[in-house]
């Protein structure tokens, strides 16, 4: 069996919850699939080819 379930945000989640077969759902664990954009900044272009 495995230790952690994996999913890529709630609705998968949801989705597992509601349809379990052969798993505990308490070992569903989300990993967003998103960036904070207040963490990533844009640089400025080096040339005019990027």
Wanted: hydrophobic share 40%.
């Amino acid at each position: 069996m495995a230790d952690k379930i994996i999913v890529l945000g709630n609705d998968m989640k949801y989705y597992l919850e509601n349809n379990k077969k052969y798993f505990d759902i308490n070992k569903i664990e989300v990993i967003p699939n998103w960036a904070d954009k207040n963490k990533i900044k844009i640089l400025e272009k080096e040339n005019e080819f990027l």
